[in-house]
């Protein structure tokens, strides 16, 4: 073997291996492109799914606080109609005081309390309301303790132990839950 065909075969052999070696190294130049490819896309794909998991949260955060909102200014709403109701209601009972059917409903809650508290009873009442009673019940009159109101009265057990309210104010506050419930529909 001569130097020449010696040298050549070192260049080809080297050619060779550099070859090899390129074509290794473009191997794993290409492995690691797919798997920085294949990582990208997976972080992508992960901060996608966050984002549209926050997105969603926020939404329903939004929804749910737009309900709440609608809720309580409905909410409100009804509170002012039945408030401005009641009001006509004490209003209308005010007036139906000064009507003509008042004095026998005064004379009705009388006769009512005495049933109920067997008798021997005082009344409380307005002092404009004692002259629509009949003169047996004025004198059951407890004029040292007038009542003050919309109308109708208290009837108690002369020895106080007892007593009826039907003042037009208590009897709307036992059942205002009830009238609230009416207004309310």
């Known amino acids: 073997m001569t130097l020449d065909s010696l040298v050549k075969e070192i260049e080809t052999r ?3 291996e550099v070859r ?4 290794k190294l473009e191997g794993e130049r290409r492995a690691i492109e797919e798997t920085a490819r294949t990582e990208s896309e997976r972080m992508r794909a992960e901060s996608e799914k966050k ?3 926050e997105a ?3 939404k329903a955060r939004l929804v749910a606080s737009a309900k709440l909102q609608a809720k309580k200014v409905l909410f409100e709403a009804r509170e002012k109609r039945t408030a401005a109701a009641l009001e006509e209601v004490r ?6 005081a000064k009507g003509p059917e008042y004095g026998p409903l005064l004379s009705g809650m009388v006769s009512a309390g005495s049933t109920a508290l ?3 009873v005082r009344i409380l009442a307005r002092p ?9 019940m004025r004198a059951l009159v ?14 108690e057990k002369k020895d106080g132990s007892r007593s009826l309210n039907f003042t037009f104010e208590e009897l709307l506050r036992l059942r205002e839950d009830r009238v609230r419930e009416i207004l309310s529909r």
């Open 128 to 136: 404009e309301d004692v002259s629509l009673l009949p003169a047996k």
């Open 14 to 16: 080297s050619a060779k």
């Open 142 to 155: 407890d004029t040292a303790r007038p009542l003050r109101g919309m109308g109708g009265l208290v009837v």
């Open 91 to 96: 209003l209308r009972l005010g007036a139906y």
């Open 56 to 58: 969603a949260r926020e």
């Open 51 to 53: 984002a549209q998991i």
């Open 118 to 120: 067997g008798g021997d």
């Open 20 to 23: 090899e070696l390129e074509a």
